[in-house]
Structure formats: C-alpha cells, structure tokens
C-alpha cells in the first residue's frame, strides 16, 4: 500500500483550516504553500480594505470637527448670548474641608503583674536534710526572700520604664493633638478671611469702587467661554468719575483662525487630503468674527453689571502680529467703540448683522479689519496715572505742589498755550497766543508744518473741576468750522462725560483729560499735581470769604 502523506494549512487571521492530503510529499508540500499564498493574499486585501475604512471614517471625523468649528466661529455672538454670564459670589468663596482625621493616641503599654510574696516560686523549698538543720532551713528562706526582693526590683525597673514610654507616648499624642487644632483653626482662619475678602470685594464693587469694578469686570470676562484657538487677553481700566469703562482687549491675529472646511482619504495616494476656507473667505470670516466678539464683549460687561457702576464702555480691539515688511512683532489697535448702556442694551443682537451694528454704533476701524490697518483708539486711560508728575524742576514756578485744578485760570491757559509751543516747536510748529478767553474761544493757535497731519489747530483750555459735558466740545467744534482749522483740542484738568466722548469720536478733535496732560506735562519735563477735591474746596472756601 502506498504511502500518504498530508499537511495542515491554518490561517489564524482568516480563521481557516485546511488538510492536504497526497501520495507525493512535495506535490502535498506544493499545494500547501500555494493554499497559505492564497489565504495571505486575501488577508492582506482584507487589512487594506479595513485599514482604507479606518481611514475614511478618521476623515469624516476630521470633517465633522471641522465643520463644528467652523460652526461656533459663526455663533460667538449668540452662543454668548444664551449664556448670560452670572456672578455668583458664593461659588468664589472656598468651601473645602479640613480632611485630616485627628492623631489617634497608640495603645499603652502594659505593665506587668508585681511579684507577689505568695507566690510559689517565692516559698522555700525544704528537703529532708533541711528538716533537720535549723541552718539549712533559715537559708532556703533567704534564698527564696532574696529571689523576691530581685524580682521586685526588676519589676519596678520594668515597670518605671514602661512608664516613662507611655509618658512619652502620651506626649507626643498630645502635640500632634495640638498641632492638628492649630492647623485646622488656620485652614478654617484662612477659609474665613477668604470668604471675608470675597464679601468685601461684593460690597466694594456695589459701592462702585473703581478697583472692585475693574476686578469685576475681570471677573465677567474671565467667565466667557471662547472656542480654544482663542485665548482672551485684556486690560481694563475705570473712570469713577464719569463712570466709563475702557477695555483694550487681545483680539485674534489673522493666522489664528481656523480655516480648515474638508478632509477626504485619498485611496490611489494613501493621503488624507484639506480643504480650506480660501483666502477671500477666511478674511471675510475674520472680519465677522472680529465683529462678534467686540459685541458679545461689550453685552457680557453691560449685562453683568448689576450695580450700575458703567455707563459706557470704550473698547479698543488689539492685534498682535508680525509686521512682513520689517519681521518684527507688532500690536496695533484695528478697531475702537465708544457705546452708551441704556442705547446699547436697547439693541437686539440677535437679529443684528454684527458689522452693521459695529457701524451703526460709530464704531472705528478700516474696511478690511484682516488687512489689520491700525487706528487710533476713541479713548485711553492710563492705568499708572496717580495724578502726579516727578520730573525736572522747570521755570516759571511750577514745581511738584501746584495743583493744575486750583491755578488761576488765566495762568492755566497761559500754561496750556506754552506747553503745546513746546509739543509744536519739535516739528517746527509754530503756535500763536490769542485772547484769553475764560469763558471759551480760541485760547491758541498751532500751525504744523507736517504735510500729512499738519494744518492750522485751535486749542482750548478748560480748568475744570467737574466733568466735562458735550455742549464745551460742541463749541470746540464750532470754533473749528469758524476758524477753518484743520483740528481742534480740548484741554482739562478734569475729565470728560460719555456723551463727550460719542461727540468726538468720528470728527477731528481731540480730547485730552487731566491724565493727559499730565503725562504731556512730563514729556516736556514739568512736574506737577492734579487734586480736582482740594480744588473744589479751595473754591468753596473763597466764595465763603
């Protein structure tokens, strides 16, 4: 009978099993090799197959974050909309838990049992010759009395050891005890005062403190929830006295924004393939979003203000960016907005076009905000401002103790007309003194020979101890028109009201507050004060003469 020879072909991957069976070992072995080829094949087709599948399903994963992305860039304004954003000021204060057990005390160590006399062990032992021998007999007793003597006295040194460890013990016990009150009073010290602090900075913020409204509204924006490409930056400066708000807030940078719309597999070239907004439409979608996040920014702060501490808000855009023709970063402000609260809470933003509000609500900034041409911001408060100068001693006899506030107002206006001599002569201006004017007019005019920004400027001085309202920039801007000059600045030691500020924003004036000029004070190396309190006192004073 002829040999049989076989072989089995197994395939763990396909799952497969196969014996081959013949009278020709190497035809067997053949068939064999040929059967697993095949297999391998069918299991490599199957892997590419799973493996374009995986891939194609990644890519309309990446499609669908894509699409979601692009998705919240169109819904900043109303997605901040639905979320209100709610102080709560419970939820500040620290509600943790001192959660360290307090120190168990460690078991005492026993002592012993004391020798006891009757004790067996303590009994003497007579043998038969003790009987008879007094001796004998009065030394086993000894024998046994001094046994007990010795184990008496190892039991009191036992014993007296025994207690100093559990003296020790008792000690220790007793200052992690100690310990343990005294950190958890400072935890609960520390969690009171927090929570004091939090109370404080509620009613500081009621009462309208500038500080508590500046941490406040740190506070509202801190809680906007932005899409994670964006990162919120910002600085927030408050005007007690005319209740305005500035914010220079970090928009995005162009580059940042997410373009990405599609992402397909491409089999024949085992790559995944995007797709991305074209330029045209990225820059048209920057804009809008721009757009939306200076609205929603300014509804955020408006709404969250519970305690009325804002009237209006001045919000300048800001982005940083690299500069391609010099390489270097650069930080310009593209868009500024000066806005009213009760106007503005009259807007539905939910039906707006978000440019056309921005415009509506004369809003500043180019046509192309992408194209991140800069502009000058509506209004600035300087944070370091203490309305006070230290610079070098000067003539005339301004030094570091004149308050500006309480100068004659004569001498005031004498002084703004030769410090603008001195801004102007930089650039071979040339300013001529006219009347003075206490109650208006043309207190100086400056002619800057500079070919772009030049032309004939009026300036006006106004030592004032309250805010400045609309109607003196009105007149600043009737001046300009009758004297056909090409700008117009207004002076004061005070500051100026919201309405003054919405007056000027789109006409050629400018508006320079006590802050400022103090600091134009400083670039020209003169010192002095501004205290508009002690002014008003001063003036009380001399009307009661």
Not at 219 to 236: A, G, K, Q, R
Not at 262 to 275: G, L, M, Q, S
Not at 494 to 521: E, M, R
């Amino acid at each position: 009978m002829a040999n049989k020879y076989y072989v089995d072909v197994k395939h763990d991957g396909l799952n497969r099993y196969k014996r081959i069976t013949g009278d020709d070992a190497q035809m067997v072995q053949t068939k064999g090799e040929a059967l697993l080829a095949q297999w391998n094949e069918v299991w490599k087709r199957n892997l590419l197959k799973t493996s374009v599948e995986r891939k194609k399903e990644e890519a309309e994963f990446r499609r669908e974050e894509a699409a979601k992305v692009l998705q919240e860039l169109n819904t900043i304004l109303s997605s901040g909309l639905e979320k209100p954003i709610i102080v709560d000021w419970e939820s500040l204060k620290q509600r943790g838990t001192f959660n360290r057990a307090v120190p168990t005390a460690a078991s005492e160590l026993a002592i012993p049992s004391a020798p006891d006399r009757k004790d067996p062990a303590y009994t003497a032992t007579m043998g038969i010759l003790d009987l008879f021998s007094a001796a004998r007999r009065a030394s086993r007793t000894e024998e046994a009395a001094a046994r007990f003597e010795e184990d008496t006295r190892k039991w009191k040194e036992k014993k007296a050891g025994i207690e100093v460890q559990n003296a020790k013990a008792a000690k220790e016990h007793t200052d992690k005890v100690t310990q343990w009150h005294d950190e958890r009073a400072s935890f609960l010290k520390k969690q009171d005062e927090q929570h004091q602090t939090i109370d404080a900075q509620r009613q500081s913020y009621l009462a309208i403190d500038a500080d508590a409204v500046v941490d406040y509204c740190d506070l509202v924006l801190s809680e906007s929830s932005y899409p994670d490409w964006f990162t919120t930056h910002y600085d927030i400066n408050y005007a007690p006295a005319t209740k305005i708000l500035v914010v220079d807030y970090s928009l995005p940078a162009v580059e940042d924004l997410p373009t990405l719309k599609e992402v397909k597999y491409v089999v024949a070239r085992d790559e995944f393939a995007e797709t991305h907004l074209t330029p045209a439409k990225r820059d048209a979608l920057y804009d809008q979003v721009l757009y939306m996040i200076i609205l929603r920014t300014l509804h955020e702060l408006y709404e969250a203000d519970v305690a009325d501490a804002i009237d209006s808000i001045v919000l300048n855009g800001w982005v940083r960016s690299i500069d391609r023709s010099t390489g270097h970063e650069v930080n310009a402000c593209i868009m500024s907005v000066q806005t009213v609260k009760k106007e503005f809470m009259e807007i539905d933003l939910a039906k707006v076009e978000p440019k056309a509000c921005f415009k509506k609500l004369k809003g500043v900034g180019s046509a192309k905000l992408s194209g991140l041409s800069p502009i000058k911001p509506i209004l600035q408060l300087n944070k370091e401002d203490k309305r006070f100068i230290e610079a070098r001693d000067v003539e005339d006899g301004l030094d570091s103790s004149t308050n500006l506030a309480a100068m004659d107002w004569e001498d005031f206006e004498h002084l703004i007309r030769q410090l603008f001599e001195e801004e102007f002569a930089v650039d071979g201006g040339e300013v001529k003194v006219t009347r003075a004017s206490r109650d208006g007019g043309v207190d100086a005019v400056a002619f800057d020979p500079d070919p772009l920004r030049g032309g004939k400027i009026v300036i006006q001085a106004k030592r004032y101890t309250n805010t400045v309202g609309v109607s003196a920039v009105r007149d600043l801007y009737g001046t300009l028109i009758n004297e056909g000059a090409s700008r117009g600045i207004l002076v004061t030691t005070a500051d100026y009201g919201p309405d003054a500020y919405s007056f000027a924003k789109d006409k050629p004036l400018t508006l320079l507050s006590g802050s400022n000029l103090l600091n134009l004070l400083g670039k020209h190396g003169h010192k002095a004060r501004i205290d508009l309190a002690e002014a008003r006192t001063e003036a009380e004073q001399s009307k009661n003469r």
